[in-house]
């Protein structure tokens, strides 16, 4: 299983990006995605999460403001954010894991994930 973030950038607030998370073959289908961000000297906490069946879910902070999707081909896994403001700023990874349980009170939950990326970075400056 492996992810590969990127998109990653430096941007002023208000700006936007668009993050992608290629996925390897083996995690195609079958797996529940999600993006999750560690802000410098913070803890690493959920962003926006998609289940198989294409159900989101995301973190008051970026509802309206960021959306989570995926492609089929190529198999992607992609977050658009828009008007960035300084506190999105961090680093940004990718997430796979199975099912199981309600996944709609485990879907932000780091500790819940067991595939990662290795992360993009994301500035945002006043």
């Known amino acids: 299983v492996r992810l590969v973030e990127s998109g990653g950038d430096s941007v002023q607030a208000g700006g936007s990006l668009r993050l992608s998370c290629a996925i390897s073959?083996?995690?195609?289908?079958?797996?529940?995605m999600a993006w999750f961000r560690q802000p410098p000297g913070k803890e690493r906490g959920g962003v926006a999460a998609?289940?198989?069946?294409?159900?989101?879910n995301y973190a008051d902070s970026v509802k309206g403001r960021f959306t989570i999707s995926k492609d089929l081909a190529p198999s992607n896994v992609n977050l658009q954010m828009s008007n960035l403001t300084p506190e999105d700023t961090a680093m940004y990874y990718c997430?796979?894991?199975?099912?199981?349980?309600?996944?709609?009170?485990?879907?932000?939950?780091?500790?819940?994930?067991?595939?990662w990326g290795q992360g993009t970075q994301v500035t945002v400056s006043s």
């Open positions: 997430a796979a894991r199975r099912g199981g349980g309600d996944w709609s009170s485990w879907a932000l939950q780091p500790d819940e994930y067991d595939y």
């Open positions: 073959r083996a995690t195609r289908s079958g797996y529940y």
């Open positions: 998609i289940s198989i069946s294409g159900y989101t």
